[in-house]
């Protein structure tokens, strides 16, 4: 049980999540409440693998990148459960993404994740980021655990 | 809106089919009835009818007929249009 840290660091993300180099994209887990919401921050490098190549004279966080660090965010409000713990996840849908502000080297995203249901293996929720207070990137998320819909699954 | 009514447009709005393609219609016969879309409908359905479905009866939900029948353990009579 890992749920009585007051914060997760990047071996208990590892542990509880399957995301890995290059996409692992959280460092730390501030706050946590199983079940209900989970708080992380990503300190982004100028040696991020994608500052070449985007751009390299305007090098910024692509949108899938910070899309993706808000949906780990989001997967550990409900993988900080033991019984779900190192699950992997799945996308169903995103809705009401909004990019409120250009992510660059040596901005330290802090994202809010909260998990409105989870229920059968379907987690439902909103995340949010800042960068210094600012809002940067937000949306609603829809993500899946297909080794907990493999048990609902119709007799066929 | 009829029992019936509701009951055709969870199938119609979580897999994005015509009335047509209901009657027959079976688990995984159609592209989005995967399991993800399954637990979709399920959700329609009991918010449709405000219900909660057993996990038995979940599992055993594997088309469009069969889970009228399913339903009507749940007092939802999908009674036809």
């Avoid at chain 1, 040696?47 to 910024?60: L, Q, S, T, V, Y």
């Avoid at chain 1, 779900?84 to 169903?92: C, D, L, R």
């Avoid at chain 2, 989005?32 to 399954?38: K, N, Y």
């Avoid at chain 2, 637990?39 to 479905?53: G, P, R, T, V, W």
Wanted: proline content about 4%; hydrophobic content about 45%.
């Amino acid at each position: 049980m890992r749920e009585a840290a007051a914060t997760l660091d990047i071996q208990a993300i590892i542990h509880h999540q399957r995301n890995r180099f290059p996409v692992l994209l959280i460092d730390r887990v501030i706050a946590f409440d199983p079940g209900k919401s989970a708080t992380a921050i990503k300190c982004f490098t100028y040696n991020e693998w994608f500052f070449p190549g985007h751009f390299e004279d305007d090098p910024n966080v692509p949108g899938f990148v910070q899309i993706e660090s808000l949906a780990q965010t989001f997967i550990m409000s409900f993988l900080c459960i033991e019984e779900y713990q190192g699950m992997k996840t799945s996308f169903v849908s995103i809705d009401n993404v909004k990019f409120k502000r250009k992510i660059v080297p040596g901005d330290v995203l802090t994202i809010e994740a909260s998990l409105d249901s989870f229920k059968r293996g379907v987690a439902k929720g909103s995340v949010r980021s800042t960068v210094d207070g600012q809002a940067a990137c937000s949306g609603d998320f829809v993500v899946a655990v297909p080794a907990i819909l493999d048990r609902f699954k119709p007799r066929t | 809106m009829s029992s019936a009514e509701k009951y055709d447009a969870a199938f119609i709005e979580t897999f994005l089919l015509e009335p047509k393609d209901l009657a027959a219609l079976k688990y995984q016969e159609v592209e989005s009835w995967d399991s993800v879309g399954h637990m979709a409908l399920i959700a329609a359905l009991e918010e449709a009818f405000a219900i909660e479905l057993d996990i038995d009866d979940i599992i055993e939900f594997s088309s469009y007929e069969a889970g009228k029948a399913i339903l009507s353990k749940y007092d939802v009579k999908i009674e036809p249009v």
